[in-house]
Antibody, heavy 123, light 108 residues
């Protein structure tokens, strides 16, 4: 059974840092892209970052580029999101989501999601 | 960036009725790289449909997706009380991945 479980959320002051983790199981972790998607309270979904299976390719939304860093440890089946220079507008539930390839093109949809971890940025 | 616009914002229907949700893209979603997700209150999103029309594993056949290019539709043929949720479309052909704003389905 595929499972992804996030951890590491909490309350942090503006300008502070936090590292989120996502522990994965039930699939061959290093062959799938992984993603972070966030949802501000009462709002919709926003993709913020993804990483290729090998870790060699990383991608970011403009809203977090330069402040957030995605990484993975394939020996531990774990995905990370290092968040620096946090702002009030980063307050959200952060979801880890596995990418599933649709075809040989390399494009993928998000087939398994964790339950999310809440990040609150406030003084 | 491909902008996805969902309509209506809220749909209020009775059990057994048919729900039709629309997702329009600002530019063509090549090869129907479009997915639909269901999110119930307090829960994570769940994949319903990928490739515009392919049901994900375990999804009841009352859920169906259609469309191509810039116009896509999610249909729930016979609403059940547990279908009360927000539904999001998402394109995965172009970076950044983008989601629509969601359609909330309420059951009378």
């Amino acid at each position: 059974e595929v499972q992804v479980v996030e951890s590491g959320g909490g309350l942090v002051q503006p300008g502070g840092s936090l590292r989120l983790s996502c522990a994965a199981s039930g699939f061959t972790f290093n062959t799938y892209a992984m993603n972070w998607v966030r949802q501000a309270p009462g709002k919709g979904l926003e993709w913020i970052s993804s990483i290729s299976g090998s870790g060699g390719g990383t991608y970011y939304a403009d809203s977090v580029r330069g402040r957030f860093t995605i990484s993975r440890d394939n020996s531990k089946n774990t995905l990370y999101l290092q968040m620096n220079s946090l702002r009030a507008e980063d307050t959200a539930a952060y979801y880890c989501a596995k990418g599933e390839y649709f075809d040989s093109s390399g494009y993928y949809y998000l087939d398994y999601w964790g339950q999310g971890t809440l990040v609150t940025v406030s003084s | 960036e491909i902008v996805l616009t969902q309509s209506p914002g809220t749909l209020v229907l009775s059990p057994g009725e048919r729900a039709t949700l629309s997702c329009r893209a600002s530019q063509s979603v090549f090869s129907s790289y479009l997915a639909w997700y269901q999110q119930k209150p307090g829960q994570a999103p769940r994949l319903l449909i990928y490739g515009a029309s392919r049901r994900a594993t375990g999804i009841p056949d009352r859920f169906s997706g259609s469309g191509s290019g810039t116009v896509f539709t999610l249909t729930i043929s016979r609403l059940e009380p547990e279908d009360c949720a927000v539904y999001y479309c998402q394109q995965y052909v172009s970076s950044p991945l983008t989601f629509g704003g969601g359609t909330k389905v309420e059951i009378k």
